[in-house]
């Protein structure tokens, strides 16, 4: 299932969030009311990582009132924990967009079962990394089997969640190869995490399913 279409508007805000966020080397994130607007906070904390909102937004918790975010993400990795956080407390969708075109979309549907999940991030990542490492550890990826198991251990958990019927979680690998920024600590050299992604899918997607079978 693909990621729903964008609205008019929201493809402006897409646009600015990454093209800011290229500009400056931070995180950017745009607060929506709805996929229409209106725009209720647009905001940088000036960190590679993580864009908070203010009072105003995390106030927002009543389901009829929960946001809609779209907001870079520089390292090119997937939906992290803290936006999960988010998701279960002021959110109500969340899209990350990326420098190369990949683009993250979340939902939750089980509130309870995906904070389950977070209060034990630490092992359930370090799970998602070493099933997936050792998927490609045995075939032709091995040279980077460490590396690409690190970066995609997000997507990991994303997908075993959905597996799990705890969120909706979609993607959509983009393929323009971009300089990652110097906090990513990723070498500087252009890369893609859609190319690279859409390479090991169904190594993930094996990964995924080992996952869910102990959430």
């Not at 909102?53 to 929960?66: G, K, M, V």
């Not at 420098?99 to 999940?117: P, R, S």
Request: glycine share 6%.
């Amino acid at each position: 299932m693909p990621i729903r279409a964008l609205t008019p508007f929201e493809i402006t805000v897409a646009d600015a969030v990454v093209e800011l966020g290229n500009l400056k080397g931070w995180e950017f994130a745009a607060f929506l009311e709805a996929p229409s607007g209106p725009l209720l906070e647009f905001i940088t904390r000036m960190l590679p990582g993580g864009a908070d909102p203010s009072n105003d937004i995390l106030s927002r918790t009543a389901p009829e009132n929960r946001v809609v975010i779209h907001h870079n993400h520089l390292s090119q990795e997937s939906l992290s924990f803290p936006d999960w956080t988010g998701l279960t407390v002021f959110a109500e969708q969340t899209f990350a967009h990326c420098a190369d075109d990949t683009c993250y979309w979340g939902k939750v549907i089980n509130e309870t079962e995906v904070n389950n999940v977070l209060s034990k991030a630490q092992t359930v990542e370090i799970s998602a990394e070493t099933f997936l490492f050792d998927i490609l550890n045995n075939i032709d990826f091995s040279p980077l089997s460490a590396e690409l198991a690190g970066f995609f251990r997000k997507e990991v958990v994303n997908r075993a969640m959905k597996l799990r019927g705890y969120v909706e979680y979609e993607f959509f690998w983009g393929s323009r190869a971009v300089n990652p920024p110097p906090s990513s600590g990723r070498p500087a050299q252009t890369w893609s995490a859609g190319t690279s992604g859409s390479c090991i899918c169904t190594r993930i997607d094996e990964a995924a399913t080992q996952l869910a079978s102990i959430l």
